[in-house]
């Protein structure tokens, strides 16, 4: 859920996303996976309603993608990636952080989520090129 030069959230490709209810959860999850080989940029943590509303702004695709999944979301019909998005959202309103990290190969991918289920992480998801897989509720 990285930022584009619009302000609008971008689709967080490569990357596992997670929502942690508590500071100390979140805490947990960021020395967790910086002190286990993560560096800096590759995490990004996201927090209160400024960050709900830029992930509200779009879809986070671009091009034919992006119209798509705008006239669907426009007669009322919802995609996986749409009702993710409003989880978060909705996680970022109640004051919990969501948290993503960038996890380009497999054995990242499966760090991140060990990280994240240790330290009391929900609803996480890996978001592919192509496909999201639903890790944990």
Known sequence: ????KTGEAQYP???VVAIFDTPTQTT?????????????SEVDVHRGSEDADR???GTGRRGLQDWFIRVTDSVGLKNAETE??????????????????LTPTEDR????????????????NFFGQLSVERIAH
């Open 13 to 15: 490709t490569h990357q």
């Open 55 to 57: 992930l509200a702004a």
């Open 109 to 124: 991918k499966n760090l991140a989520v060990d990280v994240f289920r240790r330290c009391g992480g929900r609803f996480i």
């Open 1 to 4: 859920m990285a930022e584009s």
């Open 28 to 40: 947990c999850a960021l020395d967790a996976l910086l002190g286990g080989g993560f560096l800096e």
């Open 84 to 101: 993710m998005k409003e989880q978060y959202e909705r996680a970022l309103r109640d004051n919990q952080c969501v948290v993503a990290v």
